[in-house]
């Protein structure tokens, strides 16, 4: 008890924007706890934690075969898309590339404000991709780029990403989100940045659903998916996603020398003995996952720049505290 004191004075003290906090072993809750005057019904922006998802629902659609391979080209996926002319690189470009950040752009850095202006963010991408950089070297594109991704998800599918989602990932684990959200401008968006509880999936005005940000989450949604990748893709009996999918996404294809990191398929790798590995957004948003202590660590965060290190706070704290438990 009175490490937990401790631990939420640390809280309270370094990481005073977290939501909402899970801790699982051994598929038991260990600790449940809200902060800021959130509670198990608050849902959060989770930021780039939606990459994650985004990458179980590629790895659905290979297990249920609306793509054939990682290995296919990205413009295999758009035929009506229009290459201008002298583009070789884009041409080369595969979902696996897309998947490890190990893809190309034209821009130094982001143009959100021309990008979120256009109706389009997939074709606004594909415009973007490509240019005189390598394929191979790690790019961390936060918000555009992956957008690209929903594209093949909707073509490949034949249905927005939320009804794929819903379908073969949110209702069985029962999560609920409950529509779209779409902005009508700069403004709607930068407010919606600042509410609290919003619920839903972005989406542009083509409808759309972001791959890189924009879905919203429960901080038990979060422990629920770092419970069903731990159990190997297993739900209540029921094979969700495919365990070599699990392996696959969660093992190193890609180095961020910046952050010294390895990246899988759009999943950052912690730790390649204890095979600890996480989904990350801004702010503080967490769905960590070590695989030898059978743990799991959600934490739901409101947004505020620079975050302190959610990944320090776990390792250092809570891994500490509760690896000893039953």
Same mark, same amino acid.
């Given at each position: 008890?009175?490490?937990?004191?401790? /631990?939420?004075?640390?809280?309270?003290?370094?990481?005073?924007?977290?939501?909402? /906090?899970?801790?699982?072993?051994?598929?038991?809750?260990?600790?449940?706890?809200?902060?800021?005057?959130?509670?198990?019904?608050?849902?959060?922006?989770?930021?780039?934690? *939606?990459?994650?998802?985004?990458?179980?629902?590629?790895?659905?659609?290979?297990?249920?075969?609306?793509?054939?391979?990682?290995?296919?080209?990205?413009?295999?996926?758009? +035929?009506?898309?229009?290459?201008?002319?002298?583009?070789? *690189?884009?041409?080369?470009?595969?979902?696996?590339?897309?998947?490890? /950040?190990?893809?190309?752009?034209?821009?130094?850095?982001?143009?959100?404000?021309?990008?979120?202006?256009?109706?389009?963010?997939?074709?606004?991408?594909?415009?973007?991709?490509?240019?005189?950089?390598?394929?191979?070297?790690?790019?961390? *594109?936060?918000?555009?780029? +992956?957008?690209?991704?929903?594209?093949?998800?909707?073509?490949?599918?034949?249905?927005?990403?939320?009804?794929?989602?819903?379908?073969?990932?949110?209702?069985?684990?029962?999560?609920?989100?409950?529509?779209?959200?779409?902005?009508?401008?700069?403004?709607?968006?930068?407010?919606?940045?600042?509410?609290?509880?919003?619920?839903?999936?972005?989406?542009?005005?083509?409808?759309?659903?972001?791959?890189?940000?924009?879905?919203?989450?429960? *901080?038990?949604?979060?422990?629920?998916?770092?419970?069903?990748?731990?159990?190997?893709?297993?739900?209540?009996?029921?094979?969700?996603?495919?365990?070599?999918?699990?392996?696959?996404?969660?093992?190193?294809?890609?180095?961020?020398?910046?952050?010294?990191?390895?990246?899988?398929?759009?999943?950052?790798?912690?730790?390649?003995?204890?095979?600890?590995?996480?989904?990350?957004?801004?702010?503080?948003?967490?769905?960590?996952?070590?695989?030898?202590?059978?743990?799991?660590?959600?934490?739901?965060?409101?947004?505020? +720049?620079?975050?302190?290190?959610?990944?320090?706070?776990?390792?250092?704290?809570?891994? +500490? /505290?509760?690896?000893?438990?039953?």
């Amino acid at each position: 008890m009175l490490l937990k004191t401790k /631990m939420e004075k640390i809280i309270n003290s370094s990481y005073n924007n977290i939501g909402g /906090m899970i801790v699982l072993k051994n598929s038991k809750i260990l600790y449940e706890n809200y902060f800021n005057e959130c509670n198990a019904a608050s849902t959060f922006h989770v930021f780039s934690v *939606t990459k994650s998802i985004v990458s179980i629902l590629i790895g659905i659609a290979i297990d249920r075969e609306y793509i054939k391979s990682i290995n296919q080209k990205i413009l295999d996926f758009f +035929p009506d898309y229009t290459v201008k002319r002298g583009e070789k *690189t884009i041409q080369n470009v595969t979902l696996k590339d897309m998947l490890t /950040m190990t893809a190309p752009y034209k821009y130094k850095s982001e143009p959100y404000t021309e990008y979120f202006a256009s109706d389009n963010w997939v074709n606004s991408a594909l415009d973007l991709l490509g240019g005189k950089g390598k394929i191979g070297e790690f790019r961390y *594109t936060p918000l555009i780029g +992956p957008d690209i991704l929903s594209g093949i998800l909707a073509k490949t599918t034949g249905q927005s990403v939320l009804d794929f989602a819903a379908k073969y990932l949110f209702l069985p684990l029962d999560i609920h989100v409950e529509g779209n959200i779409v902005f009508h401008n700069k403004k709607e968006q930068l407010d919606w940045y600042k509410e609290k509880n919003v619920r839903g999936w972005v989406a542009d005005r083509a409808g759309v659903n972001t791959a890189g940000w924009g879905l919203n989450l429960t *901080t038990t949604d979060m422990a629920k998916v770092g419970q069903l990748y731990l159990d190997k893709g297993i739900w209540k009996g029921k094979q969700i996603i495919s365990s070599d999918w699990i392996n696959e996404s969660t093992k190193e294809h890609s180095i961020c020398k910046q952050w010294k990191l390895s990246y899988g398929y759009l999943w950052w790798i912690i730790d390649d003995k204890e095979h600890a590995y996480a989904a990350m957004g801004d702010g503080g948003n967490v769905i960590y996952v070590n695989t030898k202590k059978k743990m799991i660590v959600a934490i739901a965060s409101l947004f505020i +720049p620079r975050a302190k290190d959610r990944l320090k706070f776990i390792k250092g704290y809570i891994e +500490p /505290m509760f690896e000893n438990f039953a």
